[in-house]
C-alpha cells in the first residue's frame, strides 16, 4: 500500500498563465526553456518560487519528517535549481533531485557543487509522465520517500494517471509521499496581478508564461479521483497558506 500526505497549498506566488504555440504537455521543452533564461537564483533571483528553505521545506519537515523512514531515500522530485534539495539533504542521508529540465539540473549540480551538503545529494533528468521512467529509477535505489513541493499542479490531466502511476512505483511499499500544491483558486485570484511586462503580468512571472507554461491547479477533488482510499493511505491532509512578495511595475 502507497501512503500520501496531501496538502492543498494556497501559494501567493504562481498565477493560471496565458501561454503561447504549443502543447501544454511539452514539460521537457519547456520547462529547459524557462530554466536556460534563469541568470540568478536566490534572494532578488529570477525564480519566482525560489524560496528560502526556512520558509518552504523547513514548514514542510515538521509536517511530514516523522511519517517517513528515514532509511529510505528521499526524492525531491521537481527539485529545480536545488535549494529545498540542499536543505532536504541536512536531515537525510541521501537526497536525489529529479527534474523534467536539464537545464534545472545542471544549475541545480552548479549549484550544490562546494557545499557540505554535496555528499548526499544527486541530481538526475526525470519526467514522471513518460512511462518507464519511474520503473528504471526504482529498479536503481528501491522503494522511496517522496518530497513534491507544487508539481503536480503543473502535469496536465491526460498525463495524470500516468504520472501518479509513477509516484506510486516510486514509493514502492515502504516509502510515502509529502505532497504540497497550489489551489486553483490561488490561481484565479493571483492570475489577476498586474504588471508591466510584454504580457501584463509581473516580470517574474513572464518568464514562465512565455515558455508556455500551464499550471492548472490542483484541489481536494483531484486528490480524491487521482489518490483514492482503496489504494492510498492518506496519512493527514490540509490547507496552508504561504505569504511571498511579488513586486509590480511600478514597485
Same mark, same amino acid.
Given at each position: ?95 536525489i533531485g529529479v527534474d523534467v529540465a536539464p537545464a534545472a539540473i545542471e544549475l541545480a549540480r552548479r549549484e550544490t557543487r562546494g557545499t557540505p551538503e554535496e555528499g548526499r545529494i ?6 514522471? $509522465? !513518460? /512511462?518507464? =521512467?519511474?520503473?528504471? %529509477? ?14 503536480f499542479h503543473c502535469v496536465q490531466a491526460p498525463d495524470r494517471p500516468c504520472f501518479v502511476a509513477s509516484l506510486a512505483t516510486l514509493l514502492g511499499d515502504r516509502g510515502t509521499m ?61 490547507? $496552508? !497558506? /504561504?505569504? =511571498?512578495?511579488?513586486? %509590480?511595475?511600478?514597485?
Amino acid at each position: 500500500m502507497n501512503t500520501i500526505t496531501d496538502a492543498v497549498k494556497f501559494y501567493s506566488h504562481v498565477l493560471l498563465f496565458r501561454f503561447k504555440g504549443g502543447s501544454p504537455r511539452e514539460y521537457r521543452r519547456q520547462w529547459d526553456s524557462y530554466w536556460r533564461t534563469v541568470n540568478a537564483t536566490g534572494p532578488g533571483g529570477e525564480v519566482l518560487w525560489d524560496s528560502a528553505p526556512e520558509r518552504a521545506s523547513a514548514e514542510d519537515l515538521r509536517r511530514f519528517a516523522a511519517h517517513l523512514d528515514p532509511g529510505l531515500p528521499l526524492v525531491d522530485l521537481g527539485c529545480g535549481n536545488g535549494r529545498q534539495s540542499r536543505f532536504l539533504a541536512r536531515h537525510f542521508q541521501r537526497v536525489i533531485g529529479v527534474d523534467v529540465a536539464p537545464a534545472a539540473i545542471e544549475l541545480a549540480r552548479r549549484e550544490t557543487r562546494g557545499t557540505p551538503e554535496e555528499g548526499r545529494i544527486e541530481y538526475r533528468v526525470w519526467n514522471g $509522465a !513518460v /512511462a518507464g =521512467e519511474a520503473e528504471a %529509477l526504482h529498479a536503481e535505489i528501491g522503494d522511496a520517500n517522496i518530497y513534491m513541493r507544487t508539481v503536480f499542479h503543473c502535469v496536465q490531466a491526460p498525463d495524470r494517471p500516468c504520472f501518479v502511476a509513477s509516484l506510486a512505483t516510486l514509493l514502492g511499499d515502504r516509502g510515502t509521499m509529502y505532497q504540497i500544491e497550489l489551489s486553483r483558486g490561488a490561481l484565479e485570484t493571483l492570475r489577476k496581478l498586474p504588471g508591466d511586462s510584454p504580457s501584463g503580468l509581473p516580470e517574474l512571472v513572464h518568464k514562465v508564461v512565455k515558455n508556455g507554461i500551464h499550471p492548472i491547479g490542483f484541489s481536494k477533488r483531484d486528490r480524491d479521483r487521482y489518490y483514492p482510499d482503496d489504494r492510498w493511505i492518506v496519512l493527514d491532509q490540509g490547507d $496552508a !497558506v /504561504a505569504i =511571498e512578495t511579488v513586486r %509590480l511595475g511600478h514597485g
